[in-house]
Each structure stands twice: as C-alpha cells, then as structure tokens.
C-alpha cells in the first residue's frame, strides 16, 4: 500500500473526484425517480363511450370509470377521457392516456428503466475493467445526456420508452463506475467512509427533486430540467483521473507514474524518491483484464459472487418496489416522496456506523431482518390506521435503503481490482431482475392480495440476511488485487489456510509454486549440509 504513502489516503486530488461523482449521484436519482412525478396516480372520468346509446347517468366527477352503463343495459368501454389536472398539469398519463387497460404500460416505463440499468452494467462493467474507469464514464456520460435531450421529443408512448432505456443504459454505467473509481482512488483508512458517504448523494437527489417536480408540472420542461443539470458534468472531465490500481495492474508505468506525481503534488506531499523506484513498480507486468469467466472458475469467489447477486436481487426488488410505489400511500403524493428520500439520510448514517464500528456483515444483517419485519408488520395494522401502515412501510424503506448502500461498499471489497468493476456490474446487472419486477409488485398485490407484496418483502429479506452469514467481513482488510488474493481473502488463518502462511496449489500460479518449491528445497539441503 505504498501507493498511498507517497500521494496520501485522501486529501484535494481525491476530493474534487469524489465531489464530481457526489454530484452525479443526485442528479441520477432525478432520473431514475422522475417517473413517480411523470406518471402519477391521476383521477379521471370517461367523457367518450364507443356506443350510440345515451348513458344511464353523465358524471361529471373524476370516478375513475373505465366502461359505462348505458340504458340498453350493456357496458361499454371508454375511448376518451378528461383529467384531473390540480397537481400534475400535464404528464404522460394524460398525454397517451395510460389508465383502464393500459394502465400497466406506467409499470413497463418504470421497468424499461432497469432494462437499461441491466444492458449497462453487462456491458460497460466489463468494458470498464478493459479501457479504463475514465474511458468508460465519458462514454457513458455522452449516452446519458444525449438521450436525456431527445426524450423531449417524444411524440408516442414506445419512443419515450426507449429513450429512457438509453438513458439508463448511460447513467448507470457511469455512476457505477464512478463508485469503483472513487473507491480505488482512496487509501485504506477513507475507503469505507468514502464508499458510503457517495451514497448520500442519492438521498439527496431524492429529496431535491420534489421541489423540482412541485414547481415543474409540465413533463416536457420537467425532463428539459433534469437534463440541464446534467451539463456541468462535462467540465469536470479534466479533473477527474483515471484509476491508479487499474493502471498498475495493467502494467501502464508511465502514466501511473504522471498521475502519481500529480497526485502528491496536490496532496501537498513531499516525494522522498523517485515515483518510478517505488516498491510497486516492481514486479508489476501487465494483468489482463479478467472476465466472469475468470472469476467464476475461481471456487470461493464463485460462491462469493453467488450469494452476493442474491442479495443484490432481493436489495433492488424491496427498494424500488417501495420507492415507486409511494403515490400509493395515504396523503399528498409529494409530501409523501419528501419523506421517503428524507429518511434515506438517518439510513445512511446508521449504515456508516455499523459499517466503520461493527463491521459489514453484522451491519447488513440486522438492517435486512428489521426492515423485513416492518414490511410484514404492515399485516397487524388495521385499515383505518394508513399512517401507521405508512410508518412501518418508511421504516421497511430506511432500513432497505441502508443493506442496499452497503452492497456496494461490501462488494467491492470482496473482490480484487482486476474483476472489481465487472463484479460490481454483474451484481448490479442481475439486481435489475429484482429492480424490473418491483414496479408490478402493484399488479400484483392488486390481483391477488394486499397483503402479499409485503409477506414477499419479508421472506426475501430473511433468506438474504441467512445467506448473507456465509460471506467473509471485509472491515480492517485491503482490498485484494489479483485473482489469488481474492480466491485467498477472508480465509482464517487458524485454519491453516492463510494465503500468508501457505500458498496453495490452486491459488498460487504455477511459475511461482514452482519457484519457491525450488527454493525451499535448496534451503533444506543447504541447512543439511551445515549441519
């Protein structure tokens, strides 16, 4: 670790990166979220039947009718419908009338979303761990605005539809990716507390953009909104650097050693020797990129990345379904959301003290079992009492919020940097699964039970957390570089096992066993001879 005596654990040179991805995260929780406000729970009442009979009664409420009675008896279904535009002028709700029997097309604009979430992370986690961390962001950044601006343009359902996969399959590879640059940027005593600290950035993009959705009202100017925020970003490009682990560990000593010096110089720290002697310099050839295959050949990290895409499934499915799902809350649909993101804050900072003083896995597993508590309280909860099925909900919420922050924290450290970046995007791809799924957890408590959505939530988050059990705490350990020290991490060393006592044969490459064999076997007869 070396590395981070010369340029410091954290000082400006890391600070200013961690403020530019600080800052990305609270403008892509705008994106992700703006369809609570794009296509809110809007009233609404049939003023067109397709039938030549006069009705048995004309409303003029917003009854929510998707057919009428007429006088013959028979019931028709509407073709056109007015709106009740007091809290949301005009959305796309209204504007390709998404209600009745196309109601469900608000829950595959909301799953779209995750598709892109899942092509981005396949693709550029890997691409990542190819090109580089900075090559990756300024091509996803490049994808995300784009399409942000064009989705404007939307003239039907299916293009807006598939202007906001592109702008997932952007934002996502860009944040995910920012994350594990920050995180291999920071020496091991700020790499914890910067890895959750990004995070709040999240809750902070959940509450700012009510204000932004209360004073915008109009999607067209409302999107026109989200994706001027995303403009500064391009002026930051030049401050942020590429990832110094990756350029060791793909053997780039030039222009690890420039960034180094750039480093220390900001960091205000005074260079002893030259950059290019270092210590790690040495020894350090070329590691290709690893891919899952890699990794999955790999019999510990195997099962490691198995439980972790579980927890990852189950972490996305509970938060997303409770996060989309606020309009149905009782009370103002804003107030409501403002109080969602709100307590995202308490959350985050009880998963930075548990993570730092407790460690990882405790951490994440008394939030898992209590959020999954609160979720199955919901069932005890008499239905006049919505403000405290409420409660209990937001309490489910807080603590999903916090065992959802954690992963990313936990499973970059589980793995080591060559495969770090397509790890992290492997989980994040198959959490999708969970993140697509949970917009319809409304159809489908709908058609069969209330009460089935929340006694989902609890039996998915008891199975993690079990599962969880079975994954070595990271807390107090570097975090591993190459495949055998991540095959080696979190082996006991009571067992015999550990990787700095003994080198075995399926984690050790060949060359070096055999080496070393050679060597202890001239020390052996050496040693004989003098005695």
């Known amino acids: 670790m070396d590395m981070f005596d010369v340029i410091g654990s954290y000082g400006p040179w890391q600070r200013r990166t961690f403020a530019v991805f600080f800052y990305m995260n609270i403008v892509g929780v705008w994106q992700t979220l703006s369809v609570t406000f794009l296509a809110p729970n809007v009233d609404f009442e049939c003023v067109e039947p397709q039938s030549m009979y006069t009705p048995v009664d004309n409303h003029t409420t917003f009854d929510g009718r998707c057919e009428v009675l007429f006088a013959n008896g028979t019931l028709e279904k509407c073709t056109r419908w007015e709106y009740d535009v007091a809290n949301f002028s005009r959305n796309i709700v209204s504007e390709w009338d998404l209600v009745c029997d196309r109601q469900w097309l608000v829950s595959l604009a909301k799953s779209v979303y995750m598709f892109g979430f899942l092509a981005s992370v396949f693709i550029f986690g890997q691409m990542s761990d190819w090109l580089g961390r900075f090559a990756t962001i300024v091509t996803c950044y490049t994808i995300n605005i784009t399409a942000m601006f064009l989705s404007m343009l939307s003239s039907s359902y299916t293009m807006f539809a598939v202007f906001r996969f592109l702008q997932a399959f952007g934002r996502t590879g860009m944040s995910t990716t920012g994350i594990v640059l920050v995180m291999e940027m920071m020496g091991p005593d700020h790499r914890a507390k910067a890895g959750i600290l990004i995070q709040v950035g999240w809750a902070f993009g959940f509450i700012t953009l009510v204000p932004v959705a209360w004073f915008i009202r109009n999607w067209f100017w409302f999107q026109f909104a989200l994706g001027m925020s995303l403009l500064p970003v391009a002026f930051c490009f030049r401050i942020i650097p590429e990832s110094p682990r990756w350029l060791l560990m793909r053997g780039k000593k030039d222009q690890l050693e ?83 993101g709100l307590i995202e804050f308490p959350s985050y900072a009880l998963m930075y003290w548990g993570a730092l003083k407790v460690g990882r896995r405790p951490t994440f597993l008394w939030l898992t079992f209590v959020g999954g508590a609160a979720c199955v309280a919901i069932l005890a909860v008499p239905g006049q009492y919505l403000w405290l099925q409420t409660t209990f909900a937001m ?90 020290e991540g095959e080696a991490f979190g082996v006991s060393p009571s067992s015999g096992n550990d990787p700095k006592l003994k080198l075995e044969p399926d984690t050790c490459p060949p060359l070096l066993l055999k080496e070393m064999t050679d060597i202890n076997g001239k020390l052996i007869n050496d040693s004989n001879q003098s005695h």
């Open 395 to 484: 309490i489910g919420k807080l603590c999903v919020n916090g065992s959802f922050g954690l992963l990313y924290l936990y499973t970059s450290e589980l793995f080591p940097t060559v495969v770090r970046n397509a790890a992290l995007g492997t989980c994040s791809m198959c959490a999708r699964v969970g993140s697509i799924l949970a917009p319809f957890v409304r159809e489908l408590g709908l058609s069969t039970h209330t009460s089935v959505p929340n006694v989902l939530y609890g039996v998915l988050a008891l199975t993690s957390g079990s599962l969880a059990l079975l994954v070595p705490e990271t807390k107090g350990s570097n975090m591993p570089d190459t495949m055998e």
């Open 258 to 340: 420039r960034l180094l010096k750039e480093a220390a110089s900001l960091n205000k720290r005074q260079l002893k020797q030259e950059v290019k002697d270092m210590e790690l310099f040495k020894g350090n050839d070329d590691q290709k990129a690893k891919t899952l295959i890699h990794l999955l050949k790999m019999p510990k990290m195997r099962k490691r990345a198995m439980i972790m895409i579980y927890l990852w499934i189950v972490n996305a499915f509970t938060y997303y379904g409770l996060s989309f799902n606020t309009n149905d809350f009782a009370g103002d649909p804003y107030l409501n959301f403002f109080i969602s």
